[in-house]
């Protein structure tokens, strides 16, 4: 038996959907599992300039791994607020 594939391959473009508009990190094999470290680290020659998003956790590419991203730098804020208050 054969069986016909019309593609090898599929590239999405949720982005570009007008009822989607975004999308979510695949890192390519061989990537650095300290990416999603660099990701988060704070920027900003005093630090102060934090990052969210599935990308800066890992496991990535979900809606919890925004949410969990979210909390932190929102934490990582309030440490810093803290650190220059005093
Ligand atoms: C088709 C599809 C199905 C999915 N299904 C699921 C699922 O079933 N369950 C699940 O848990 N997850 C699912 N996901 C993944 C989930 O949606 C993402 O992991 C999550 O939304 C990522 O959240 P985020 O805040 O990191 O990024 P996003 O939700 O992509 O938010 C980034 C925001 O930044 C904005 N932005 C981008 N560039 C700029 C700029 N220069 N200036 C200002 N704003 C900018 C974008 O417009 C966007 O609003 C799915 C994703 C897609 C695409």
């Not at 990190?25 to 969210?52: M, W």
Request: with cysteine.
């Amino acid at each position: 038996m054969s069986v016909h594939l019309e593609w090898s391959a599929y590239r999405a473009k949720h982005c570009r959907s007008l009822f989607i508009g975004g999308g979510y990190s695949s890192p390519k094999c061989g990537t650095n599992v300290d990416l999603c470290d660099q990701l988060r680290e704070p920027y900003g020659e005093r630090g102060h300039i934090f990052f969210a998003g599935e990308a800066t956790t890992l496991p990535g590419a979900t809606a919890h791994a925004a949410m969990a991203s979210g909390i932190r730098a929102a934490s990582q804020v309030a440490s810093y607020l803290s650190s220059i208050q005093h």
